[in-house]
């Protein structure tokens, strides 16, 4: 009896402090209407090997994503830069950062640490990368992949490569990493070469070229190497887009272009439009149904047909749109586009495939050609008549120019392994 | 009574001919037109007395000036005017002898900048808005039931500027958190000040369900040195804490 009293007033008094506890007895404020902006990241310069660079390299990662603001490390005070791998969320609280990265380079592995300035002193990921032949430049995408993977949840594209084609001196198919490093042209053709398309493993790139005085469809190996043609029907064999074990692309060897679905030996496997009018420019989404451009109803407009046939148009704004790429992740059926608006240039479009909502990504710069989705779908690279090649992360609208050079078409290849 | 006038005066005129055929048929149109034409002047008499459903007020929204967008186009983006300085005003100075000033060197525009002093001055509108509100004895619809209309309204006039304070630094990543997880979102940061204002200690007690947008409230207290100094009898609840709630859907927009 004596007991169960004396267990009662505990638990009373226990009710007791856990009322008076932390949060309920404070007097409310409340706060509303934030402020909206890029995540605010400061990125200090690395410590150890090759430090100037792989900082270099995060920085420009970080800024083509579209997903940060990287604070100017000029505004950053000594007492913090000396502080190596720690970290005081106070004082860099005071420089405006959310989070900070920090990298440090030493007996070939680089060390990154985020810290969260909301969260404490402690670092919210601690990782390692080993660095390879090539420099820091890879375990620095590695890096970026991880800060990215921490906030979003998805690997980010770091490290992903993207085709395309020169219009300028040379017309050769080339490959730049993704944050504009490393330059490589992979043909040999001295002829125009065009629309390049990245095979879904990344080994191989398909593209048409004029070698044989007839737009054939070649195949070389991402690398670079010897190309070998796979396609040589009279007339067109362009646009390839990979189709599972095969190619999708335009043949108009009886007189008109229409989609045919070819083996990667160049066998002709089924065809897939049957229309008096003008059918190109395939794209193939992640449950298989292709985007395509036809003037079958007047003007060129974006069409869609499944597996099964039967093409619905879904794009009914514009006189003139053309080069369809449909997003790859599998919960976005977003097609971008290039349509030509009133005003005469040409812009990135996306149009939701399902609903037929037409969002604009591009304006006012110039015209804007060929675009192609990131292997997380977040980004998109472009030609513009600014020069060189653009990437846009299409929700924030942070765009940032990756090559200067002349380039047209370009095909972003998969996302690194990890 | 009027009603009645109107219906008969046809049937008079139906006599006065002398050809009434099928009366059942007839006397049944007879009766429709009067009640037709009585229930229009019954509807004209009693307008007054007709009332709306009660409902909630619904604020109105009207259309831009402009020429509308023909739905044939592409869409565009919405652009906007960028912000400019107002023009250089010119200073006089009482001293006959004084040299010519040199010139000011134009100063660079800076669009950030000028958002930010458009935010000010209209937060500090807001502020002198309610400030204008001088009603000692009722209080205010933000007021506390315990205390006073006075001490109420000196409490009101801290917290809004601790808010605002706070708020300057207040940044939900765009994309990461993105606008309608933002609407549902709210988390509280208890905040304790020191007599002075400054902020000795803030810790996340109630989050929000996202890890970003908590983060975000919480390094806006910690991004917060000072803030001004509580009233004298806030200094005691400021020092032991209080709860800054981020967001919420009630009042946010």
Redesign the interface.
Same mark, same amino acid.
């Given at each position: 009896m004596r007991c169960a009293i004396v267990a009662a007033l505990a638990l009373v008094s226990a009710r007791a402090e856990s009322q008076t506890g932390?949060?309920d007895d +404070?007097?409310?404020?409340? /706060? @509303?209407?934030?402020? !909206?902006?890029? &995540?605010?990241i400061a990125l200090p310069r690395a410590e150890g090997d090759g430090a100037r660079e792989a900082t270099e390299i995060e920085t420009r990662d970080l800024d083509v994503v579209? +997903?940060f603001r990287i604070l100017d490390p000029a505004s950053f005070p000594p007492a913090l830069l000396a502080e190596g791998l720690g970290f005081n969320?106070?004082n860099w609280? *005071?420089v =405006?950062a *959310?989070g900070v990265a920090k990298m440090r380079i030493t007996g070939g592995t680089l060390e990154g640490r985020l810290y /969260? $300035? =909301?969260?404490g002193d402690a670092a919210v990921i601690t990782k390692t990368h080993k660095l390879d032949g090539g420099g820091a430049r890879s375990a620095v995408h590695a890096w970026a992949n991880d800060i990215v993977e921490f906030? @979003?949840g998805n690997r980010g594209p770091f490290g992903s490569r993207i085709a395309y084609a020169q219009t300028g001196g040379a017309h050769e198919i080339a490959v730049v990493d993704m944050d504009g490093g490393r330059t490589a042209v992979v043909t040999r053709m001295n002829s125009d070469c065009m629309l390049p398309a990245f095979s879904p493993g990344g080994g191989e790139i398909a593209f048409t070229s004029f070698l044989r005085d007839n737009p054939d469809l070649w195949i070389v190996s991402a690398g670079g190497g010897r190309a070998r043609r796979v396609s040589r029907k009279p007339g067109l064999n362009t646009g390839a887009a990979w189709a599972g074990g095969g190619i999708v692309l335009t043949l108009s060897f009886d007189g008109n272009s229409e989609l045919y679905r070819i083996g990667t030996d160049g066998s002709l496997q089924s065809r897939l439009t049957s229309s008096p009018a003008i059918d190109v420019s395939p794209s193939i989404s992640p449950d298989g149904q292709i985007a395509f451009v036809s003037n079958r109803q007047g003007s060129p407009q974006i069409f869609v047909m499944g597996s099964g046939g039967g093409a619905r148009r879904v794009t &009914? %704004?514009?006189k003139y749109n053309q080069t369809p790429k449909w997003n790859p992740r599998p919960d976005k059926p977003l097609i971008a586009f290039a349509?030509r608006?009133?005003r005469g240039a040409f812009?990135i &479009?996306t149009v939701d495939a399902r609903s037929g909502d $037409? %969002? !604009?990504v591009t *304006?006012?710069q110039g015209s804007n050609f060929d675009p192609s989705w990131s292997p997380d779908g977040r980004l998109l690279v472009y030609a513009s008549s600014r020069g060189g090649l653009w990437v846009m992360?299409p929700? @924030?609208r942070h765009e940032v120019q990756i090559t200067r050079a002349a380039a047209s078409s370009p095909s972003w290849g998969p996302a690194p392994k990890k | 009574m009027g009603t009645a006038t109107i219906a008969s005066m046809p049937a008079v005129a139906v006599e006065r001919h002398g050809k009434p055929r099928n009366g059942t048929g007839f006397l049944i149109t007879l009766a429709l037109h009067g009640a037709i034409v009585g229930g229009i002047f019954w509807k004209h008499t009693h307008r007054e007395e007709a009332h709306e459903a009660p409902r909630d007020f619904v604020v109105a929204e009207m259309v831009k000036l402009g020429k509308p967008r023909e739905k044939f186009w592409l869409p565009r983006l919405p652009t906007r005017a960028p912000d400019r300085a107002p023009p250089p005003t010119i200073k006089i100075t009482d001293d006959p002898f004084a040299s010519a000033a040199p010139a000011e060197a134009p100063r660079p525009e800076d669009p950030e900048v000028s958002k930010e002093v458009k935010k000010a001055l209209n937060r500090a509108r807001l502020m002198a808005a309610a400030a204008g509100d001088e009603e000692p004895e009722e209080g205010l619809p933000t007021g506390s039931p315990d205390g006073t209309a006075t001490t109420a309204k000196a409490g009101d006039a801290w917290a809004t500027a601790m808010v605002a304070a706070i708020r300057k630094h207040w940044s939900v990543p765009t994309e990461l958190v993105n606008d309608a997880a933002l609407e549902k979102l709210e988390a509280m940061v208890r905040v304790q000040i020191a007599e002075d204002g400054t902020i000795t200690s803030s810790a996340l007690v109630q989050p929000s369900g996202n890890a970003l947008y908590d983060d975000a409230c919480a390094s806006a207290v910690k991004a917060t040195p000072k803030v001004p100094p509580p009233p004298p009898n806030m200094v005691a609840r400021a020092a032991k804490g209080v709860g800054l709630v981020c967001g919420g859907k009630d009042l946010g927009k």
């Open positions: 932390p949060a +404070l007097p409310r404020i409340r /706060m @509303t209407d934030p402020n !909206r902006d890029l &995540f605010k579209g +997903l969320s106070i609280s *005071q =405006g *959310q /969260m $300035v =909301g969260r906030l @979003t &009914f %704004q514009g349509g608006d009133e812009d &479009f $037409v %969002q !604009r *304006q006012g992360n929700e @924030t | -």
